[in-house]
């Protein structure tokens, strides 16, 4: 199903756990900063809504998204999360840039989840153009740091 087919923000707070008890990070991409800090909004909102603390929140800010994976395995290391949400805004330019660094991002995040036992979430858009990126970081679809966090609230439990 298509991001377009489905809402982003919308969830069922009876469905989810109580965040309560738990501890989340969440790290951050510096590029296309107003979509990367309106997911973090969302992501923040959701995560609160869904009784999670705010003292439970851990943020770490990096450069771009190919710089997510370090900065989440940091993130792990120094601060011992039941979660962490990963955040990025990669946009098409005119090179194939755009292929290595969501590829790259990708896979580095996976490997966090296969390495390490702690669930990190991958909240990285990577669209055509910037109107599709403000689409989904709180406009006509939804916010995907919402969505984000409540795979993280969700994923947090199955690691317990
Ligand atoms: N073009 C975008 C980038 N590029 C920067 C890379 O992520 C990285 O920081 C650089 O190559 C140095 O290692 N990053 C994004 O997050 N979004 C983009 O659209
Ligand atoms: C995703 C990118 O790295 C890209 O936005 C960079 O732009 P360009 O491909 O025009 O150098």
């Avoid at 982003?8 to 991409?29: C, M, T, W």
């Avoid at 999360?81 to 969501?102: L, R």
């Amino acid at each position: 199903m298509a991001t377009a087919n489905k809402n982003l923000s919308h969830y069922d707070k009876e469905q989810i756990p109580s965040a309560k008890n738990f501890r989340f990070g969440i790290v951050v991409s510096e590029w296309n900063e107003e979509i990367t800090e309106a997911l973090y909004k969302g992501a923040e909102e959701t995560l609160l809504d869904c009784g999670a603390l705010l003292e439970n929140i851990t943020r770490y800010n990096v450069p771009g998204s190919f710089e997510l994976t370090f900065g989440a395995k940091a993130l792990i290391e120094k601060t011992k999360p039941d979660a962490v949400i990963a955040i990025g805004s990669v946009i098409q330019g005119e090179t194939k840039h755009f292929d290595f660094v969501c590829q790259a991002t990708a896979q580095g995040i996976m490997d966090l989840n296969v390495q390490t036992d702690t669930p990190v979430i991958f909240c990285v858009l990577t669209d055509n153009n910037m109107q599709q990126a403000k689409d989904r970081s709180g406009g006509k679809h939804g916010n995907k740091g919402s969505e984000a966090a409540v795979a993280a609230i969700k994923m947090a439990v199955l690691a317990q």
